[in-house]
Nanobody
Framework: VQLQASGGGLVQAGGSLRLSCVVS????????MGWFRQAPGKEREFVAA????????QYTESVKGRFTISRDNGKNTVYLQINSLKPEDTAIYYC?????????????????WGQGTQVTVSS
């Protein structure tokens, strides 16, 4: 299984971006797709996740109402729509795949990782 993230860029505060994560290769054990981010000097943190089946979602508190995770199973793609961007959202954003449930919010819960895409928000 390989994950390819894209869609990052430099935007002004208040702007929007849509990140994409294309999944190639099949692995029936994958149950949840997630997005994490890592700001300079900080640990990688959970942002959002979505189940493969019913499409149930989970978000970290700081992004609720601004970020939306979705998926298009026909395109093997998971999206992260990011609105009302703030400078503190600046980070490298990673997509990842987990065989666990929607409770998977630790980096160790995820087996497969994409290469990351940089999001930079200017004030």
């Amino acid at each position: 299984v390989q994950l390819q993230a894209s869609g990052g860029g430099l935007v002004q505060a208040g702007g929007s971006l849509r990140l994409s994560c294309v999944v190639s290769g099949r692995n029936a054990s994958i149950n949840v797709m997630g997005w994490f981010r890592q700001a300079p000097g900080k640990e990688r943190e959970f942002v959002a996740a979505i189940t493969q089946g019913l499409g149930r979602t989970q978000y970290t508190e700081s992004v609720k109402g601004r970020f939306t995770i979705s998926r298009d199973n026909g395109k093997n793609t998971v999206y992260l729509q990011i609105n009302s961007l703030k400078p503190e959202d600046t980070a490298i954003y990673y997509c990842a795949a987990s065989r666990f449930s929607l409770r998977a919010i630790r980096t160790s819960d995820y087996t497969y990782w994409g290469q990351g895409t940089q999001v930079t928000v200017s004030s």
